[in-house]
């Protein structure tokens, strides 16, 4: 039997009663394996640079192994840069090459520059139009049921590459999920721990990350996935927060 277990963690209360969201993790583990695991998501919500938790959610529950997807990890490039601010511009080029117009790129930045809270989920915006299609502005999707089909290669696999960080391989596993969604083309990403200031854009096959998307210290990140014009966008949202994906991450040459 197979277990998809979520932890999300806030301070000044549940994220529902207006609490700032603190640490998210997901996994998708065997019986025996859960106990451990939820020590080690209890560890990290009460130990993490953006403050002590006061409120943790752990969720359990089964899945139907037969309707798991598995799904091949996207390719990783790393670019260095000097500052957050070359390194938005070169995410800019890249979603350019993807394919996303000027207006969905000027709304995208200027909604996740403009964030006052963190999100616990990502701002969805067609990506010719730039209009905003999900549904709760302060929560967006959150992609969920996820984690990699085999844990000890894909630790090597990124360990081997210099990115063991697990920063590196949870937003690989996430990205690798969402870009295999049905209608979305690219995705940016900039994460809100204060201590990892590395952001992606990814699209195609490929995970580019920027080694600088923001300023040390800052506690302020977010997520935005582009949707081709006219995709349905319940088909997203289902697909992202309630279909279990393993991913494969060191399984090809
Ligand atoms: P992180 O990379 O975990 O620091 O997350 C950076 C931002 O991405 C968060 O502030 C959220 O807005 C968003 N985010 C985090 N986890 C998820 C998720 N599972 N699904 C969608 N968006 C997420």
Redesign the pocket.
Same mark, same amino acid.
């Given at each position: 039997m197979l277990y998809s277990i979520r932890m999300r963690s806030a301070i000044n209360g549940p994220h529902e009663e207006g609490g700032s !969201?603190i640490s =998210?993790a997901?996994r998708i583990v065997r019986e025996e394996e859960l106990e451990e695991l939820g020590k080690e998501l209890i560890n990290r919500a009460l130990h993490h640079s953006k403050g002590k938790a006061d409120f943790i959610n752990i969720r359990i529950d089964t899945l139907e192994e037969e309707k798991i997807q598995v799904v091949e990890a996207l390719h990783i490039t790393s670019s260095e840069v000097e500052s957050y601010e070359e390194g938005r511009l070169l995410g800019k080029a890249l979603l350019v090459k993807a394919g996303i117009s000027e207006i969905a790129l000027e709304k995208a930045f200027t909604l996740l520059e403009g964030l006052s809270l963190?999100?616990?989920? &990502?701002i969805v915006l067609d990506a010719i139009t730039g209009e905003r299609l999900d549904e709760i502005p302060s929560r =967006? $999707?959150? $992609? @969920?049921h996820m984690d990699v089909w085999d844990k000890k290669k894909a630790r090597d696999n990124l360990e081997a590459r210099g990115l063991g960080n697990i !920063?590196v391989q949870e &937003?690989l596993v996430?990205a690798s999920k969402v870009l295999s969604s049905p209608g979305i083309v690219a995705e940016l990403?900039? @994460?809100?721990?204060p201590d990892?200031v590395t952001g992606y854009v990814s699209y195609g096959q490929t995970y580019h990350r920027i080694t600088k998307m923001k300023n040390y210290g800052s506690p302020m =990140? =977010?997520?935005v996935f582009f949707v081709a014009s006219h995709t349905d966008y319940e088909k997203v949202r289902h697909y992202l927060e309630e279909e279990s994906v393993l991913v494969r991450i060191g399984e090809k040459g």
């Amino acid at each position: 039997m197979l277990y998809s277990i979520r932890m999300r963690s806030a301070i000044n209360g549940p994220h529902e009663e207006g609490g700032s !969201h603190i640490s =998210g993790a997901e996994r998708i583990v065997r019986e025996e394996e859960l106990e451990e695991l939820g020590k080690e998501l209890i560890n990290r919500a009460l130990h993490h640079s953006k403050g002590k938790a006061d409120f943790i959610n752990i969720r359990i529950d089964t899945l139907e192994e037969e309707k798991i997807q598995v799904v091949e990890a996207l390719h990783i490039t790393s670019s260095e840069v000097e500052s957050y601010e070359e390194g938005r511009l070169l995410g800019k080029a890249l979603l350019v090459k993807a394919g996303i117009s000027e207006i969905a790129l000027e709304k995208a930045f200027t909604l996740l520059e403009g964030l006052s809270l963190n999100m616990r989920g &990502a701002i969805v915006l067609d990506a010719i139009t730039g209009e905003r299609l999900d549904e709760i502005p302060s929560r =967006g $999707v959150r $992609v @969920s049921h996820m984690d990699v089909w085999d844990k000890k290669k894909a630790r090597d696999n990124l360990e081997a590459r210099g990115l063991g960080n697990i !920063h590196v391989q949870e &937003a690989l596993v996430l990205a690798s999920k969402v870009l295999s969604s049905p209608g979305i083309v690219a995705e940016l990403c900039w @994460s809100d721990d204060p201590d990892y200031v590395t952001g992606y854009v990814s699209y195609g096959q490929t995970y580019h990350r920027i080694t600088k998307m923001k300023n040390y210290g800052s506690p302020m =990140g =977010g997520r935005v996935f582009f949707v081709a014009s006219h995709t349905d966008y319940e088909k997203v949202r289902h697909y992202l927060e309630e279909e279990s994906v393993l991913v494969r991450i060191g399984e090809k040459g």
